[in-house]
Nanobody, 118 residues
Framework: QVQLVESGGGLVQAGGSLGLSCAAS????????MGWFRQAPGKEREFVAAINWTGGSTSYSDSVKGRFTISRDNAKNMVYLQMNSLKAEDTAVYYC???????????WGQGTQVTVSS
């Protein structure tokens, strides 16, 4: 089992940058594939980015590809999401999530609010 705590959200102007962090506690963090999701008001939660256990493979939604970068540091039990060229439509609560291979995302953080002003 793993516990996740996000941080780094806040208010930023359109075109700016923001970095999110996700601290994981529990055993065998490096066994987990990690992802970032977001949920805007009145919308369903959507996938943003994911990273495999080594950090060597990443994937992104089309809406953030080229602007966001996911990374991880297994020695520190941390996952990061660097967000550049932010747009108003990136405003949402961002969640960190973890899953084991061949399973769904089972562990979720409490979320951190990102607000982009236009």
């Amino acid at each position: 089992q793993v516990q996740l705590v996000e941080s780094g959200g806040g208010l930023v102007q359109a075109g700016g940058s923001l970095g999110l962090s996700c601290a994981a506690s529990g055993r065998s963090f490096s066994n987990y594939r990690m992802g970032w999701f977001r949920q805007a008001p009145g919308k369903e939660r959507e996938f943003v980015a994911a990273i495999n256990w080594t950090g060597g493979s990443t994937s992104y939604s089309d809406s953030v590809k080229g602007r966001f970068t996911i990374s991880r540091d297994n020695a520190k039990n941390m996952v990061y999401l660097q967000m550049n060229s932010l747009k108003a439509e990136d405003t949402a609560v961002y969640y960190c999530a973890a899953r084991l291979i061949n399973s769904e995302y089972r562990y979720w953080g409490q979320g951190t609010q990102v607000t982009v002003s236009s």
